[in-house]
């Protein structure tokens, strides 16, 4: 289905699928997402690119979106767009790109600034626009809040446990806390303590819902 957003300016460009999922668990588990996320080639063809036009960028499977730091794909994303190399950027959702406004408004604007489309599976935004920065701030800010949002309800989860005495900790997140630690013994925590040594261990561990 053709927009009436792509131009031949767009179009001399590249369009690059960006495919992430947040977790290691969720590659090996969730293939039907995957292979959604793959087949947004198709809907880049069907916007007017050639399949030579067509650029993949996988690198950050398995990453969490909620920052940047570790995300090298999205970092070359970026600096494509950057370069006026991009004319549209596809995810399965646009919130695929970055979970948190920092990322996500900088990329809006440098979008906006190097006239790049971003599209996902249901509609084409161009970030330049006054409308398509509106439609894609409040995504941005929706997928924040529930990342947010997850991150509460896991930490409840945790602390809940903890008060029972009922969280058991992985081999690795009880070595971190004990080089913290020093040579405390591990009852010397509290159960608030003990969870706050491993959120990112529980993020990944016991909740499975996509960044």
Not at 38 to 48: D, K
Not at 128 to 155: C, D, F, M, P, V
Not at 159 to 167: S, T, V
Request: proline share 3%.
């Amino acid at each position: 289905m053709k927009s009436e957003l792509v131009t031949p300016t767009h179009l001399a460009r590249k369009a690059v699928v960006y495919i992430r999922q947040s977790t290691p668990h969720q590659v090996a588990t969730n293939q039907e997402s995957l292979r959604l996320q793959y087949a947004l080639r198709q809907r880049a063809r069907e916007l007017g690119w050639h399949e030579a036009d067509i650029d993949v960028i996988d690198a950050d499977l398995g990453v969490s979106g909620a920052s940047v730091a570790q995300r090298s794909g999205f970092k070359e994303l970026v600096g494509r767009v950057g370069l006026s190399e991009v004319g549209l950027i596809l995810s399965i959702d646009v919130t695929r790109l970055a979970r948190n406004c920092s990322d996500w408004y900088p990329l809006l604007d440098i979008c906006g600034l190097r006239c790049c489309l971003i599209a996902d599976r249901d509609a084409v935004y161009d970030p330049g626009s006054a409308n398509g920065r509106l439609l894609l701030g409040l995504k941005g800010t929706i997928s924040e809040i529930e990342l947010h949002t997850i991150r509460s309800q896991l930490t409840s989860g945790l602390l809940a446990k903890a008060e029972r005495r009922e969280l058991a900790l992985s081999a690795d997140a009880r070595s971190e806390r004990d080089r913290r630690q020093g040579s405390q013994p591990c009852c010397a925590a509290t159960p608030r303590a003990r969870v706050r040594d491993v959120p990112e261990a529980a993020h990944r561990g016991q909740g499975h819902a996509s960044c």
